[in-house]
Nanobody, 112 residues
Framework: QVQLVESGGGSVQAGGSLRLSCAAS????????MAWYRQNPGNQREWVAT??????TYANSVKERFTISRDNAKSTVYLQMNRVRLEDTAVYYC???????WGKGTLVTVSS
């Protein structure tokens, strides 16, 4: 059974940093691309970043502030969030692109 479990969310002041983690199990993790999405109440879920064998890609809204990385030994993907903004407030989800596998999300709240 595939499981994705996010952690690391919480409250942070604007300009601060936070690191999210997503632990995967039940899959051949090392062979998979991984991605982060986020969703604000009332908004559609939006793509944030993807890590694949050839590198990484980011949404323009987070480029040069967020970094996606992975530790294959731990079957974990990370999202380092720096210089956060109020608009980064959302529930953050990890997923395996092209599948229906999603975690339950972790809430990030940015305050002024």
């Amino acid at each position: 059974q595939v499981q994705l479990v996010e952690s690391g969310g919480g409250s942070v002041q604007a300009g601060g940093s936070l690191r999210l983690s997503c632990a995967a199990s039940g899959i051949n993790y090392n062979a998979r691309n991984m991605a982060w999405y986020r969703q604000n109440p009332g908004n559609q879920r939006e793509w944030v970043a993807t890590i694949f064998s050839g590198g990484t890609t980011y949404a323009n809204s987070v480029k040069e502030r967020f970094t996606i990385s992975r530790d294959n030994a731990k079957s974990t993907v990370y999202l380092q969030m720096n210089r956060v903004r109020l608009e980064d407030t959302a529930v953050y989800y990890c997923t395996i692109p092209g599948t229906n596998y999603w975690g339950k999300g972790t809430l990030v709240t940015v305050s002024s």
